[in-house]
Every structure is written in structure tokens, then in C-alpha cells.
């Protein structure tokens, strides 16, 4: 599924806003900024319909956006540009793209009123489908599965990571994105999509019933030797961080942990700072710099467990898993296995428009503990395994050396209470 950005919840519907109001705060640093971004009355009030949308996210753009010289151009040549030109909500959304791929910012982005509704569902945790994520087309040229639900329709197909979609409902998925190929795959409960699926050099045609599907960040369970696994597989859901939680209770009695972040592309800034928080006892975890200044987020004290830790990564372990990641491995509390992670460290913000469109827009970037700046670099593991079928077992490896050398583990710390959220970023890779 498409990621999203930082949400500013005081341009969000009231819907939207009552959804996310129970994980709340916003990006300190930035807060007081965006609760005044309103649109200035005297321009709002000349304009109506695509020109009022083109305008805000003009506005929004040359108020938040991180990078001051907006790609080495004058931001107001922008302004007036389309006055008068705009007579539908097409042309209107054509011209926003126009100007924000000026930016040469991939993440910067408009979303249509159907996409920030769709976003609004991976908060939730709920999306109807068939439970699958797409690994972004320009990364694949082809339409991948990244990640499969479990229990969802898919995973009962048969279906798989690393499986290629080549059609869908009998046309052919040549040069189709992985946002408009989403779109028709997923429909209304009960329906059904057919698929051509492409694994090695055999094509299956499969049909699935479409279903509501809950998307569960966080699963767990007990390995042998008394290991215990969560799989992380986005931050995107609000009750991530109490998912993980609940999974550190659940393992509190096992030697120690294996995290898999594989295939998680990331999700609230919010969220990765309180895990993190869980498993750490004192440091920095992350420090998002902007126009306004920077923001140092640190640990408050309350961890959950001193388990040894060994964190899963690959090639789509971005953005929020990078961050904790990088806070684990920086501070020296996790052993990171697997392979370079995909290297995103910028933070968007979604801002809603006139008329129910959205868009993302960069408004940070972030460093790790040391200060690395791990934008199109990644992290690095601690030990490389490239054969995605052995890095488990590599993990495993490298746990039970940790546990070795450790002190044990201790009951899980039920009076440790949650940091007050100090950050609200969505800062997924796509």
C-alpha cells in the first residue's frame, strides 16, 4: 500500500481528525507553525475551486517545505502561474504536479481525494483488498508483492514476496504504477479481481475474493531455543506502538528477541520514537532538522525490557524502520543482520487541500544518533547476508551469541508508562 506523510491535523477534516486525535502531537519543532498556516483570507477569498487548491498548496509549499531554496529556483514564479487556466479539479490537480515536480522530490506529492482516504485506512489499520503491499513501480519497473497479510485472501491464494503481477482483471500491468495498480485491485467486500501472477518463469491466472482486511503491525511468537520473534511490518497503523507492546509482554519470558523490519516501509515518525523508547534506556534516538530548527528526540527512561536484541533488515526497511534501526544499532543495543536498508531520511507532513485532495510534502530530514544522514545511503548491517532464505537463522545466530554474553533478561516492566508523543511524522518511503 502507498505510504503517506506528516500529518497536520488541524487541516484534517474533523472525521480525520477525532481518528488520529488519541495518538497525538505534532512535530514540536513545527506545531505552532502549522497551526497558523491558514490561507490568507484576502487572496482565498478571489479564488474558488481548482484555483483555491492549486493556491494552498502553492502556499503550503513555500511556507514548510525543508529545502529553503526550493531546488535552486524562485518559488514565486509559482504564484500567478495558472490564473485564470484552472477550470476543473483536473487541471487543477495537473498544475500541482506540474509545480511540485519542480521540486525534484520524489516524495513531495499530491494525493486525490481517494488516495488521502485510502491513507486514512492504513492509519486505521483497515483496508479492503486482498492484502498485499506493492514494492514502488519505479524501483521494479514491474508491479512485485512486497508483503503479504497473514490470514488475509492473498496469503490463502498461495500468494507471495517477490511474486510479480503482470495483469489485472485481464489487462496487462505494463507501465502501470504501483498507486494505479493498487486502485484496481482493491474494491468493495465481496468482489472479485483476477490476477495474472508471475513467479520465476511460470504465469498463474488466480481470481480472489476482495475482503475487508486488518492489517496487524506487529505478530509474534516463540522460536525454539526460547527465542522470541515479532515481526514488524509497518508503522503506518496508530496502535503500532501498542501492538508492540502488547509483544514484548507476550515474549517477556524468552532469552531474547529477533525484531524483523524486512519489507517495512515505514509509517509514523511517532511511533518508531516509541519503540524505540522501549528498548532503550538512555541516548539519543533521532534528530529531525527543518527550517524551523531542529528537534533532538531522547530516550525517557522507561524501558520495557533489557532482552538481547538483534534486528532483521533488507533493501525495503525504510524511513521509520531506519530510524529504528539506526537508534538500536547507533546506541549499541541491537545487532543489525541482513542487508543495506533502503536509505530515506527525509519526513513528510500531509496537509489536506480544498475539495478532499492531499498532498505530501518534505518538511524535515533526519540523522541518526551518531549524526549520520542516511538519505540514499542506508544503513549498513552489522552482518551482511544477502540470501534473504538464511538471514533468520543468521539472526538467530547472532542473538543467541548476545544472549551468551548478557545477564539474562528481566520481567517485563508493567509500570513503565508511554513518553508523551513530541513528534507526529509520517516518513514512509513512498
Not at 520495557?304 to 549499541?332: C, F, R, W, Y
Not at 540514499?376 to 533468520?392: A, F, H, N, T, Y
Request: glycine residues 8%.
Amino acid at each position: 500500500m502507498p505510504g503517506a506523510g506528516l500529518l497536520n491535523y488541524t487541516e484534517l477534516p474533523k472525521h480525520m481528525q477525532h481518528t488520529l486525535k488519541r495518538a497525538g502531537l505534532f512535530l514540536l519543532a513545527l506545531s505552532a507553525i502549522f497551526c497558523s498556516l491558514l490561507p490568507n483570507p484576502a487572496r482565498s477569498a478571489q479564488l474558488s475551486g481548482p484555483e483555491q487548491t492549486y493556491y494552498r498548496a502553492w502556499q503550503l509549499v513555500r511556507d514548510s517545505y525543508y529545502e529553503p531554496t526550493f531546488n535552486n529556483q524562485d518559488w514565486e514564479k509559482w504564484h500567478h502561474k495558472y490564473d485564470g487556466k484552472l477550470d476543473t479539479n483536473e487541471q487543477g490537480y495537473a498544475a500541482i504536479r506540474d509545480m511540485l515536480a519542480s521540486l525534484g522530490d520524489q516524495y513531495t506529492r499530491l494525493l486525490e481525494p481517494k488516495a488521502v482516504n485510502e491513507e486514512e485506512d492504513a492509519i486505521n489499520s483497515i483496508v479492503c483488498g486482498i492484502g498485499i503491499s506493492l514494492r514502488p513501480y519505479s524501483e521494479a519497473k514491474s508491479l512485485v508483492i512486497n508483503d503479504v497479510i497473514e490470514g488475509g485472501p492473498a496469503a490463502k491464494a498461495g500468494l507471495q514476496y517477490g511474486d510479480e503481477i503482470v495483469a489485472i482483471d485481464g489487462k496487462s500491468t505494463s507501465s502501470t504504477n504501483t498507486d494505479k495498480a493498487a486502485e484496481r485491485i482493491r474494491g468493495k467486500a465481496g468482489t472479485m479481481v483476477a490476477l495474472k501472477i508471475k513467479r520465476a518463469t511460470a504465469v498463474n491466472a488466480i481470481t480472489i475474493q476482495r475482503q475487508q482486511v486488518i492489517i496487524p503491525a506487529v505478530t509474534a511468537k516463540i522460536m525454539d531455543g526460547n527465542i522470541g520473534y515479532i515481526k514488524l511490518s509497518t508503522f503506518m497503523s496508530d496502535d503500532a506502538s501498542m501492538e508492540f507492546r502488547w509483544a514484548l509482554q507476550k515474549l517477556s519470558g524468552t532469552n531474547g528477541l529477533v525484531l524483523d523490519m524486512r519489507n517495512n516501509p515505514g509509517g509514523l515518525l511517532a511511533n518508531a520514537v516509541e519503540i524505540a523508547d522501549m528498548l532503550m534506556n538512555r541516548g539519543k534516538i533521532v534528530t529531525t532538522v527543518s527550517r524551523r530548527g531542529n528537534q533532538v528526540d531522547a530516550c525517557s527512561g522507561s524501558l520495557l525490557t533489557v532482552q538481547p536484541i538483534v534486528i532483521l533488515v533488507d533493501h525495503d526497511s525504510a524511513s521509520a524502520s531506519e530510524i529504528l534501526a539506526g537508534a538500536l544499532k547507533d546506541n549499541g543495543r541491537a545487532v543489525v543482520v541482513g542487508t543495506r536498508t533502503y536509505g530515506k531520511g527525509l519526513v513528510q507532513e500531509i496537509n489536506h487541500l480544498p475539495g478532499g485532495a492531499g498532498m505530501h510534502i518534505t518538511v524535515a530530514r533526519y540523522f541518526t544518533p551518531n549524526g549520520s544522514d542516511i538519505n540514499k545511503i542506508g544503513i549498513l548491517p552489522d552482518i551482511d547476508v544477502p540470501d534473504r532464505d538464511k538471514q533468520l537463522a543468521a539472526a538467530v545466530n547472532a542473538l543467541q551469541t548476545r544472549i551468551a554474553s548478557s545477564h539474562g533478561s528481566v520481567p517485563f516492566n508493567t509500570n513503565a508508562t508511554p513518553p508523551k508523543r513530541q513528534s507526529r511524522a509520517i516518513s514512509p518511503r513512498s
